[in-house]
Structures are given as C-alpha cells and as structure tokens.
C-alpha cells in the first residue's frame, strides 16, 4: 500500500475544501454575519494542514493499485466530512458533533436528508448566508467528486500515471468508470466544464423566474449535485411557480443523466447519443412513472396539468435521487407511493450524479438473468450480455451480482437495526432505503416537507448508521467496506516486511 501517495492525494483533497470554503466565506464577509469565524477557522486549517500533507511529491507516483485508490478515496470523504461539519459547529447551529457529522455526510454524499427541523429547533431559514451556502455547496462539490475536481485542476505532472484511473472509478457513480478522451486529466476536465455550464444554466433560468440571485445559486448548487437541501423548510414548494417547478424538474433530470450523452453531443455525435440504450432505457422509466403517477392522483387535484406538474416534479426528484419536494406526496395513494419507492432504488445513469442502483446496472442485472434462463433452455449456446451494443465483460457482470447482493445485505441489516431502536417499518425502510440510495426525502417521520418530519429524531447511534449508508451508497459499497477489511492491513505489514527482505539481500549482495 502507497501511504505516501494516499497521504498525498488526501493533501490535495484537504485543499480543494479549503478553497472551496472561500466562497460562502465572502458572501459572510459581504453580508457582515457574525458566522465569519465558522467559516474563516476550517478553511485556514484546511488549507495549512493540506499544504503540509502535499509538501513533498509522493517518490512513486505512478504506482497506484486498486486497493490505493479504493482506500484514498474513502478516507477523502470521511476527511472531507469531519473538516466540513465545523462550520455549523462553530457556527451554534448544530452543536453536537453527531448532527453536524450526519447533515455534513448527507450534503457531501447528495443525499440531502437533514435533521434540521422542530426536533432540534433549527431550521434551514435560520442560517446565516454563509452557512446555508456552504451547506448546499456540498452537493456540488460531491455531486461530480472532489477527487475528480483535484485531477481537473492539478498540474499534469503531479501525477503522470494511467493508473490513477484506480481512484477515479472508485468515486465515480456506476460499474464501469471510462475516459471521455485518452488522459485522466482532460476527461475530469471536461467533465467539470460541462457541469459548470449547466449550472450555470439553471442558475439564468431560474433567475428569469424571479428567483432572487441567492436562491437561484443555492437551489442550483443543490439541484446539479442532485441532493436537495434548501433555505426554504418547504423546499420548493416554498416558490408558488409552475415556471420554477418545471425548470428544476428538467435540471434535476437534466444531471441524472450519463455526462458521456453531452460530450458526444459537443463533439458533434448526436446519433450515437440520443441511440445510447441507457439513455432510452432512463426516459422510458420517467415517462412511464409520470403517466402512472399523474393518474393516480388526478382525482385529488382541480386539474390535470397540477396534477402532471406535481408527479413529474416528484418522479424526477426521486429517480434523480435530488429530494426537493413540492407537495405533501405522503396522501397520495399507495400506487404512487409504490412507485416512487421503485424509483429510490432504480436511481439515475452512471457517470451522472445521480445516486441508487443506476441505470446501467440495472441494465446488467436484468439481462444476466435473462441470459441465465436462457441458459437452462438452450444448455449448448454461448451467453453473452451486450450493453450499448458491446459485450459486457465478465468481471463488470460479477461485479454487478456481487454489488447486488451487498448492496440488499446492507440495506436489510440496516432496517433491522434501526426497527430495534423504536422506529417504526415505514419510518425504518424508507430512511434506510432514502440514505443508502443518497436520496434524502422518504415516509412516515421522514417525509421531509413542511409539517413532516426529519432525521433529526433518530438516537445518535442511529444518525451514525445512516451516515455509514450514506457513504456506502455514494461511494458504491467497496471504497468504503475494505477500510474494513483486516486483509488489507495486513497486506501492508507483510509488504513491509517482503521490502525488508529485499533490502538486507541487496545489503548482502553489496557486501560480498
């Protein structure tokens, strides 16, 4: 195991928070809060501890393997996670470290789910300018992946080696990570390019909706991360305007979708694009849960087209894993409730920052059983699983089973544990299933809307528990269970001791 190079990388990551903290840490300067120091304090000690960490260049930069990358990255977002929750420590806002650990998670993981609200008496409307941007600020820089953003914006020589291509599939969401063109860096760079421009978008179109420039930038950060915090307690229902329910119901689906679809679009390859099978596969989904939903609940609502706008807001938010809501979803009938669960757990494209199973693995999943039945009838035929046209090589279809199977290990164990505290089996499985899919939003105490619910109830072992779902779902389970692995651990000391080994033969070699 490199420690110097996963030190290294978690320098760089230290940093990249540091500066990211600056921008919420203006808007306090400018609005002359009184949270200046909250902000002022972590984004200094980030950035000293980072510039400490990255003093020296790892000596063997180019020896990256899997279970580096896998181990950096996990560590990053845990890193990433005690630094960020300090601003709303040191802020008053959520003085005890658990609640500020779990709303830190939840905004870095996308998920969105928060425990601000009558339980402890702090609501998203009482943070100071600042503290509220860099809140939603976490979806942003955990939508795309702050590993990803440091290979954007490090210069090429730092690391010169493919094989950091071990860390970016560690953090990227899917079961397959690929490069949009040869090198690492430049595809981290197009890819940012492309989420900066939508953002930006999303952020003219909504000002057009007379959204104050404030809410549009934090509705925007939090809509392009797909995570779903708000400044508003009735999150964008707050807003009474088709305009902004539709415009973020276009942008939440507009970021769920693989980034791979645009770059062929820029690059002038619209065919290939629009022909993606994810892709049609991800709008047949929505379209179908839109139809059924909206007839499903027409007969509570005046109109028809109230109606359309509610269910495609709520069916994007959820397939999206965004979690803003516009209405009280909870009185709407079980079918639709049905549906929107099954949407939590299908969850958007790879290469999006959308969270849940994904699309493609979906894809995988459904026609490797479909092989395997094929398999019984015709004994003698070679079986084969094609994706986009390509033949899916057998180590993504066993990785796609086995993430399968862990993914439905955890979620049940989780359940469980969380019913032995108290809570109710609606409360139970959708906070479960809303944290592990990095959703936000789910039923019973959890809705999340005005008049409902939040986490902040649960005991602190429980806020824990669904922290550690958190990062699993954003991370895709391995990154995050192997830093709990005992093999890897001792494979460092065994290591440790073959390079001892090899250096008292060399030592031996040159005496003689």
Not at 366 to 381: H, T
Not at 433 to 458: A, D, K, Q, R, Y
Request: aromatic share 12%; net charge positive; glycine share 10%.
């Amino acid at each position: 195991m490199n420690i110097r190079l996963i030190t290294y990388i978690l320098g760089q990551i230290m940093r990249a928070e540091g500066a990211m903290m600056l921008l919420p840490l203006i808007f306090s300067l400018v609005y002359r809060e009184d949270t200046v120091m909250a902000l002022l304090i972590p984004a200094v000690a980030l950035l000293l501890l980072g510039g400490l960490l990255t003093w020296r260049r790892p000596a063997r930069r180019d020896r990256m393997s899997a279970k580096d990358g896998m181990i950096a990255v996990g560590f990053s977002w845990i890193v990433l996670s005690v630094f960020g929750m300090l601003p709303f420590m040191l802020g008053g806002y959520l003085t005890n470290p658990i609640d500020a650990f779990f709303e830190t998670v939840s905004g870095f993981t996308t998920t969105g789910a928060t425990v601000t609200g009558e339980v402890l008496g702090v609501f998203p409307e009482d943070l100071d300018r600042g503290i509220a941007l860099w809140r939603s600020l976490t979806h942003w820089i955990g939508g795309m992946g702050v590993l990803v953003f440091v290979l954007a914006v490090m210069p090429q020589e730092e690391f010169k080696s493919a094989r950091l291509m071990h860390a970016m599939r560690a953090e990227v969401p899917g079961p397959v990570a690929t490069k949009v063109v040869a090198t690492i860096r430049r595809s981290a760079l197009i890819m940012y390019a492309i989420y900066i421009v939508l953002t930006l978008v999303e952020i003219v179109f909504l000002l057009f909706g007379n959204m104050s420039f404030y809410d549009a930038l934090l509705h925007t950060l939090s809509t392009a991360g797909t995570g779903g915090f708000s400044n508003m307690n009735a999150s964008i229902g707050a807003f009474d305007s088709s305009y902004i329910h539709w415009v973020i119901t276009a942008f939440m689906l507009l970021f769920s979708l693989n980034f791979n679809v645009y770059y062929l679009i820029l690059t002038r390859q619209v065919l290939r694009a629009i022909g993606s099978e994810e892709l049609r596969w991800f709008l047949g989904i929505v379209l179908g849960a839109v139809a059924v939903v909206t007839l499903n609940i027409a007969s509570l609502y005046d109109s028809i087209w109230i109606a359309l706008r509610d269910a495609a807001f709520q069916v994007a938010s959820f397939v999206s894993t965004t979690g803003f809501v516009t209405t009280n979803y909870d009185v709407w009938p079980s079918l639709s409730h049905g549906v929107l669960l099954l949407l939590m757990f299908i969850g958007g494209c790879a290469g999006s920052t959308a969270g849940g199973l994904k699309i493609h693995r979906c894809i995988i999943l459904i026609k490797g059983a479909v092989s395997e039945m094929r398999s019984l009838v015709f004994p003698r035929q070679v079986r084969t699983v094609r994706v986009e046209g390509r033949t899916v090589e057998e180590d993504v279809v066993r990785n796609a089973n086995g993430y399968f199977v862990l993914y439905f290990v955890i979620f049940a164990v989780s359940v469980m544990l969380v019913l032995v505290s108290g809570e109710g089996l609606i409360t139970s499985f959708t906070a479960v299933s809303s944290c592990l899919n990095n959703v936000g939003p789910g039923m019973g105490e959890v809705l999340g809307v005005t008049g409902g619910g939040s986490f902040g109830g649960f005991s602190p072992w429980i806020k824990l528990l669904l922290s550690f779902n958190m990062l699993l779902g954003r991370l895709e389970i391995f990154p995050i269970l192997i830093l709990f692995y005992p093999a890897v651990w001792k494979g460092r000391k065994k290591s440790k001791k073959i390079d001892k080994n090899r250096k008292n033969a060399i030592d031996n070699q040159v005496t003689v």
